[in-house]
């Protein structure tokens, strides 16, 4: 008789971004580097990965914004755009002061706080600099963390740009 071995519960993921450069106008004296694109978690494991987070971080963290569907659970405009793309919200209260000083970006899914086994969730971001910095280059760096992998899980790349 063969005896079935029970599989052994894991709590996996990935994560990594897919993303488009946009480049400025080059007779522009004011002009923007702009990126376009997601950051996909995905729940790889057999086992369900409750309250996911992910952590996206800039360097230089001056004159680069973040955009994206970011507001408050209750933001309505946010979720009836049509597009069906989560939106999400900052974790941290303070985190303007953060995102200065740190350059993270700490958010989380409104809807989402499961991920089941083989499902994925992205964030739809965009990312602008300014140009006429002093420095001139662009790192961006990402994470994945839920309660079951608390230590994180960095992205499968990364973001580098030097202008």
């Known amino acids: 008789m063969f005896w079935k071995r029970k599989e052994e519960s894991k709590a996996e993921g990935l994560a990594w971004f897919r993303y488009a450069i946009m480049l400025p106008d080059m007779e522009d004296t004011e002009s923007e580097l702009t990126i376009i694109g997601n950051f996909i978690i995905k729940n790889t494991g057999n086992k369900i990965l409750n309250n996911p987070m992910i952590c996206i971080r800039t360097k230089p963290n001056q004159e680069v914004r973040l955009g994206g569907k970011i507001g408050s659970k209750k933001h309505t405009a946010l979720m ?5 793309t989560e939106s999400w919200q900052y974790v941290h209260d303070d985190w303007k ?27 739809a971001h965009e990312l602008r600099i300014l140009t006429n ?28 740009i030097n202008f």
């Open 80 to 84: 009836m755009d049509g597009t069906n």
């Open 97 to 123: 002061k953060r995102t200065n000083e740190t350059g993270e970006h700490w958010l989380k899914p409104n809807q989402c706080k499961q991920l089941e086994t083989g499902e994925s969730i992205s964030f």
């Open 133 to 160: 910095t002093p420095e001139k280059f662009l790192m961006v760096d990402g994470f994945f963390y839920c309660e079951e992998i608390n230590s994180g899980i960095p992205a499968l790349n990364n973001i580098t």
